[in-house]
């Protein structure tokens, strides 16, 4: 919902978003059952510019939102977001993030998003540093912090983006900012305590979900994981 702060989710974290760029794309109804108990649904929009990767758009999100419960955690890795990401809120997105490379005019595109009842979010790569976007973050609910370039799954995850994450995370437990902490990319049960301990609150994970045998027995598996290494929450 426009202006609900994210404190209500936060009383959930660690949060669990598996990543259906890892499933099957034929059959994404049941990829998405498979993962029941997840958080939230990681929904990855690509558009071949913005990225060297092409995914899916509005309407598979559309035909998504009718088949799960699952709140959808929209990230788009597309040119021009301010013209295609509050269509995604419209639609019934709980979050719709885009990238702050992506645009000159981020606090107008997150305007736009909670104005059409999503939670908005902001991305960053993997280079970008985090300074000059700490300003803005106040009028974002998610921050996403890429922990790969953005465009594939199954790529190995960079621990120097956890600096950014430990930046943010020392605001949030300052009261200086309310965002809920993302990461995305390469994380498994490897990765997730170290992301974990740097402040994370909400983990994507792709492969790591959907190579599992039981997808939704690795979503708990890592919630578990990340529990225990996370001094912010306990
Ligand atoms: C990459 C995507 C990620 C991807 C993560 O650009 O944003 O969400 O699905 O996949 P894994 O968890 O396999 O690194
Ligand atoms: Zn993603």
């Known amino acids: 919902m426009a202006g609900q702060s994210p404190v209500a989710s936060l009383a959930q974290a660690p949060l669990i978003a598996p990543s259906i760029l890892a499933a099957d794309f034929a059959r994404l109804a049941d990829e998405t059952a ?6 939230w649904l990681h929904v990855d929009v690509m558009d071949n510019h913005f990225v060297p990767n092409l995914t899916l758009g509005l309407p598979v999100v559309e035909s998504l939102l009718k088949v799960t419960d699952i709140p959808m ?13 509050p269509p995604y809120a419209e639609a019934g997105a709980y979050n719709v993030t885009f990238h702050a490379e992506a645009t000159d005019d981020p606090r107008a595109v997150a305007r736009d998003i909670r104005a059409a009842g999503a939670r908005a979010g902001l ?13 803005i973050l106040r009028d974002f609910d998610t921050l996403l912090v890429m922990s790969v370039e953005p465009g594939f799954g199954g790529q190995k995850f960079m621990p120097e983006v956890l600096a950014k994450v430990a930046a943010v995370r020392a605001l949030v437990d300052a009261g200086e900012l309310t965002v809920v902490v ?8 490897d990765t997730i305590e170290a992301a974990a301990e740097a ?20 979503v708990a598996s890592l919630r ?7 001094p912010h929450l306990s």
């Open 182 to 189: 993302e990461i995305d990319g390469g994380i498994n049960a």
């Open 34 to 39: 498979a993962v029941h108990g997840a958080d």
């Open 73 to 85: 955690d929209c990230h788009l890795m597309i040119e021009d977001p301010a013209r295609w990401a």
């Open 224 to 230: 578990r994981r990340a529990a225990a290494a996370s």
């Open 123 to 135: 991305s960053v790569k993997p280079g970008t540093p985090i300074d000059p976007y700490l300003e």
């Open 199 to 218: 402040g994370v609150d909400c983990f994507v994970a792709g492969s790591a979900v959907y190579s599992a045998a039981d997808p939704a027995e690795a």
